[in-house]
C-alpha cells in the first residue's frame, strides 16, 4: 500500500473515491448518500491543507454559505486566491456530514503556500480563484475552459448541444437510487476513458497536484486504515487518484516547489461570483437555480415558478396563481417535446417568458439576475481569522447599522444627521484605502451639499483589498491617514493634491490635513503650467464647500484657492494663444472649470467659509470682486485676435449668460466672429464654442431669432470648397441638441429669418404656434402660479404683457414682475 493507491468507489473495497462537479447540487446529494452509507473514519477533501485548522468554524452557527477560503501571501496580501464552497457544493456537504458525524476533515490539495508561490498569472487548483491576473481556476471537472472541458465532450458524445442541460438530464433530474455508489462508478468510469484519451487536458500541473493527492491519500490510509477514507474531488482527478504510482515518483514530482508564508481565512462570497460570468473558471451558469434544486423537497418546478410569480409581484407585474398553473403546464409539456425526463431551466424559463413575461425578454432579465444567478451573501463567524482592519471595519459597519450586502442599492444620506455623516465619512475613508465598497452617486431628490447618495455593494475580492489597506494601520481612521499623506508626498501633478484634499475633507481626516495643505502649497507655488492650475482649482474651491457643511475650518484652503485663481487670471490669455484643435477644446473645458469654480467661491464669499490667516483677505472679501476680474478676463478672451475660435466662442457665451454683455453686444461679436474675413473653419469652431458642448446653446437660438439669423447668413454664404472642411464642427455642435431643439430650429430656418441677421421675422411663425402672443390662455396659468409662489393675489393687465405675483403679510410673500 505504500507504493500505490488502489482506489475504488466501493466502501469495504480501499479509500472510497468520490468523484464530483463543483458546485453540483446532484453531486453534493450522492455524496451525502455514499457517506452516510460508506461511513469513513476520516474525509479527505480537495482543497488547501492550510484549512484544516478552519474546518470546525464551519459548524458555528455564524456561519452561512455560500463562502470561500482565502489565502493570501502574508507579504503581498493581492497575491491571493479563493476556494468558494455554497451550500449545494459537495465539498460543503462532505464537511458539514462530517462534523455532524463527529468525522475528521483533512484538505488534501497542493498547499496554497506552493500555489501562490508558483501562479504567475495562470491557475492552480480546481476550486480556486485567484484575483491576480488569472481567469479563475478550471472549468467544471476541474479543467480550465481554454483546454478540455470534459462535460462538454460527454454531452457532445450523448448527442447534447449543451453540456448543462445534459448535466441536468443524467444528473440533476436523478433520483435516489438503491445504489449510493453507482453515480461515481459511471463518472469515473467516464473520465477515465477521458484521461486515457486526453492525458491532463492541456493542464499539465495537474500532475503535480494529483501527487500530492496521492501522497495525502496514503498517509490517512495508515492512520485510519485502508477502508476508512473517503475522498471527494474532482471526478477529473479520480483517474489519476487510481493510478499506480511509487511514493518516489510522486515525490520527485513535488521535490524543489517555491514557497510562501501565507495566511488563510474564511471570507463571505456571493451567488454571483459563483457565475461563470463572473470570470470563475470552476463557476456554473445558474447558481440561484442549483441552490433551488438542492433544497427542494419535492416539486421543484412548481415552486421555481412560484417564486418566479413572488419576484413579479414584487415588481408590480400582473401575476396571478393561474399564470403560475399555466406555466407549470407549458414546462412539462416541453419537456416532453424534447425528450426530457423533467423541465429543466430552459424549459421553466421558456415558460416564463411566454406565460408571465408576455413574450418580453425584459422581465426575464429581472428573474435571470434575482433568481437564477441571485445575489445571496454568506456570513462568517466573529471567531474566524481576519486581519485588525478588517476587525474594526465590521466594528463601524454594526456600530452604523451597514450591512454588506450583495445587492446593490441605494443609500441617501443627511449629513445634518450624525449617524449619516459617520456613514459618509466611514465610505470616504473605504474609498481612500482602494476599498470600493460605496461609490458617489447623483442625487435625484436634492443637489444640496447637505445630502449624499451612494451606491452600496460589497464584493468578496473586497476582503483581499481590507487586507492589502491593513498594511496602513489597524484601523479605518489610522489607515486612512497613513495612506492619504503617502499619496500626497508621492502625487505627481497638481490637480491630484487638491482632489486628495477635497477627499481629506470629505473624509474628515483632520491629523493629515496639514500635511496635505503643505504639498499643496508647495505645488502651486512651483507650478507655471496653467492648464495644471485651471484642472486643480475647482476641486480645491469644492473642498471649501464641503469643509463649510461639515463644520471644518478651512481658511488656509480659502487662502490657497483664491491665490490660485489670481495665477489662473494672469495666466490664462497668452496660455489660450496659438492653440491647436485638439489643444483649443482642452483648454475650453478648462474656461468652463475656472467659471463654475469662480462662481462658487463667489457664492462662499458671503462670508460661511470664515476669516483666513492674519493679514489675508477673507474668502468673503476675496469673493467680492472676482467675479468682476473674470468678466475682464473672458472680455480680453473673446475679442484678441489670435485666440482660438472655439474658446473665444465659450467666452461670449459666458459673460452673456452671466449678464456682463450689453444689449446686442453679443451679437456684435458674432457678427465681428462671422464676417467675410473670418476663415470658415475658425468662425466655425467659434460657432462650436457660443452655441454647443451642452451650454443650451441650440434654447438659445430658438429664442434669439438675430443671433439665428447671423449664424443662417454666414452658413449661406460659406465657399463650397470650404463648406466640407467646417461641416465635421457643425454636425459636432448642432448633433448635441436634443432633436424637439433640432426640429425647431429647422421649422425656424425654413420660414426665415428676419433680413440681415436682425430684422423681424417674416409672419407665419412656427407650424402649430400662434404669431402674437395669446393674452387668455396666458392669464389662465396665473391662478396656478399664484399657488406655486405662495402669494396672495396674481394680477394681469388684461394682454398677457405685465404680471404682477404680490405675497401674503407679515413679509413673508413673493413678488414677481414680468414684462
Given at each position: ?14 479509500p ?30 480537495e482543497?488547501p ?46 464537511i ?10 483533512r ?46 465532450v ?25 445504489d ?74 513535488l ?27 470552476a ?48 414546462a412539462d ?13 430552459t ?31 454568506g ?6 481569522p ?6 474594526d ?7 452604523l ?22 456613514r ?9 484605502l ?47 491617514t ?7 508626498v ?10 486628495l ?9 483632520p ?5 496635505v ?61 496659438g492653440?491647436?484643435?485638439d489643444a483649443?477644446l ?46 475682464t ?38 457678427g465681428l466672429?462671422?464676417s ?7 468662425a ?41 472642411d ?39 411663425g ?10 387668455e ?24 404683457a ?18
Open positions: 500500500m505504500d507504493d500505490e493507491v488502489r482506489g475504488t468507489t466501493r466502501a469495504g473495497e480501499g472510497l473515491l468520490l468523484g464530483v462537479r463543483h458546485h453540483g447540487p446532484g453531486s453534493a446529494r450522492a455524496v451525502r448518500a455514499a457517506l452516510e452509507e460508506g461511513a469513513p473514519r476520516v474525509v479527505l477533501i482543497g491543507p492550510e484549512a484544516d485548522g478552519l474546518v470546525a468554524l464551519a459548524a458555528d452557527e455564524g456561519m452561512r454559505p455560500p463562502v470561500a477560503l482565502l489565502a493570501h501571501v502574508v507579504d503581498e496580501p493581492g497575491r491571493s486566491a479563493f476556494w468558494p464552497l455554497a451550500e449545494f457544493s459537495p465539498e460543503w456537504v462532505a458539514k456530514w462530517a462534523a455532524a458525524a463527529g468525522v475528521p476533515v484538505f488534501m490539495d497542493l498547499p496554497a503556500a506552493h500555489a501562490l508561490a508558483r501562479s504567475e498569472g495562470t491557475d492552480e487548483t480546481a476550486g480556486m480563484e485567484e484575483t491576480e491576473d488569472t481567469e479563475g481556476a478550471a472549468a467544471p471537472g476541474g479543467v480550465d475552459a481554454v483546454r478540455i472541458d470534459p462535460l462538454a460527454l454531452a457532445e458524445t450523448a448527442g447534447y448541444d449543451d453540456p448543462e442541460r445534459w448535466w441536468e438530464d443524467v444528473v440533476e433530474h436523478r433520483g435516489a437510487g438503491a449510493a455508489f453507482a453515480p461515481f462508478d459511471a463518472v469515473g468510469e467516464a473520465m477515465g476513458a477521458l484521461r486515457e484519451e486526453y492525458g491532463t487536458g492541456g493542464h499539465d500541473r495537474d500532475l503535480v497536484r494529483e501527487a500530492y493527492m496521492r501522497l495525502e491519500v496514503r498517509a490517512a490510509q495508515r492512520e485510519f486504515g485502508s477502508d476508512g477514507v473517503a475522498v471527494v474531488c474532482g471526478a477529473w482527478h479520480v483517474p489519476a487518484l487510481r493510478q499506480k504510482v511509487t511514493v518516489a515518483a510522486d515525490r520527485a514530482l521535490k524543489g516547489l517555491p514557497k510562501v508564508k501565507v495566511d488563510m481565512t474564511w471570507v463571505p462570497w456571493t451567488h454571483r461570483r459563483l457565475s461563470r460570468a463572473s470570470g470563475y473558471g463557476g456554473i451558469a445558474s447558481p440561484g437555480w442549483y441552490g433551488h434544486l438542492f433544497n427542494a423537497p419535492d416539486r421543484p418546478v412548481e415552486r421555481w415558478l412560484t417564486k418566479v410569480a413572488r419576484l413579479l409581484r414584487d415588481e408590480d407585474r400582473l401575476v396571478s396563481s393561474a399564470h403560475v398553473i399555466e406555466a407549470v403546464r407549458l409539456t416541453l419537456a416532453a417535446m424534447r425528450g426530457r425526463p423533467l423541465p429543466g431551466l424549459e421553466t424559463t421558456d415558460a416564463i417568458r411566454a406565460v408571465m413575461c408576455e413574450g418580453s425578454d425584459v422581465p426575464l432579465s429581472l428573474v435571470h439576475d434575482r433568481l437564477v444567478v441571485g445575489d445571496v451573501l456570513e462568517v463567524p466573529d471567531s474566524a481576519a486581519v485588525p482592519l478588517q476587525r471595519l465590521t466594528r463601524l459597519q454594526r456600530k447599522r451597514l450591512k454588506p450586502e450583495a445587492l446593490e442599492r441605494e443609500l441617501e444620506l443627511d449629513l445634518r444627521k450624525e449617524t449619516d455623516a459617520a459618509s465619512r466611514l465610505l470616504h475613508r473605504l474609498r481612500l482602494g476599498i470600493g465598497w460605496g461609490e458617489p452617486a447623483v442625487s435625484r431628490g436634492s443637489t444640496g451639499t447637505f445630502r449624499e447618495t451612494w451606491r452600496l455593494r460589497w464584493e468578496p475580492e473586497l476582503s483581499v483589498k481590507v487586507a492589502e489597506a491593513g498594511v496602513w494601520g489597524t484601523t479605518v481612521l489610522g489607515a486612512a497613513a495612506r492619504v499623506e503617502s499619496d500626497a508621492g502625487a505627481g501633478a497638481l490637480a491630484d493634491v487638491t482632489a484634499a477635497e477627499r481629506c475633507l470629505l473624509a474628515e481626516l491629523d493629515v490635513l496639514p500635511v495643505m503643505r504639498v499643496l502649497a508647495d505645488r502651486a507655488a512651483l507650478d507655471t503650467d496653467v492648464g495644471h492650475l485651471a484642472q486643480a482649482l475647482p476641486a480645491l474651491v469644492r473642498s471649501l464647500r464641503y469643509g463649510d457643511v461639515r463644520g471644518t475650518d478651512t481658511a488656509a484652503l480659502a487662502e490657497v484657492a483664491v491665490g490660485l485663481a489670481e495665477r489662473v487670471f494672469v495666466g490664462l490669455p497668452p496660455a489660450c494663444s492653440l491647436d484643435q483649443a482642452e483648454m475650453r473645458g478648462h474656461v468652463d472649470a475656472v467659471h463654475q469654480a469662480v462662481g462658487l467661491l463667489g457664492e462662499l464669499g458671503s462670508g460661511s467659509v470664515g476669516e483666513g490667516a492674519p493679514g489675508v483677505p477673507s474668502a468673503a472679501a476675496a469673493g467680492a470682486g472676482m467675479r468682476k476680474r473674470w468678466h478676463v473672458l472680455r480680453v478672451l473673446g475679442q484678441r485676435d489670435g485666440v482660438a475660435g472655439v474658446v473665444r466662442g465659450r467666452c461670449v457665451r459666458i459673460l452673456m449668460d452671466g449678464g456682463a454683455l450689453a444689449e446686442g453686444e453679443a451679437a456684435r461679436f458674432m466672429a462671422l467675410r474675413g473670418t476663415e470658415p473653419a475658425e466655425a469652431a467659434w460657432i462650436e464654442g457660443f452655441v454647443g458642448g451642452g451650454s443650451g446653446g441650440g434654447m438659445l437660438l430658438v429664442h434669439d431669432e438675430r443671433l439665428l439669423g447671423l449664424v443662417d447668413d454666414w452658413l449661406t454664404g460659406v465657399p463650397d470648397r470650404a463648406f466640407t467646417v461641416l465635421p464642427l457643425l454636425r459636432r455642435t448642432f448633433s448635441a441638441y436634443e432633436p424637439g431643439v433640432r426640429r425647431t430650429l429647422g421649422e425656424l430656418v425654413r420660414r426665415g429669418t428676419g433680413e440681415g441677421g436682425g430684422g423681424p421675422a417674416v409672419s407665419g412656427i407650424p402649430g404656434f400662434g404669431a402674437e402672443l395669446d393674452a390662455r396666458a392669464d389662465a396659468v396665473l391662478p396656478v402660479l399664484s399657488l406655486l409662489l405662495g402669494g396672495g393675489f396674481v394680477s394681469g393687465d388684461g394682454d398677457g405685465g404680471v404682477r405675483v404680490g405675497g401674503g403679510g407679515g413679509g413673508d410673500g413673493v413678488f414677481v414682475e414680468v414684462g
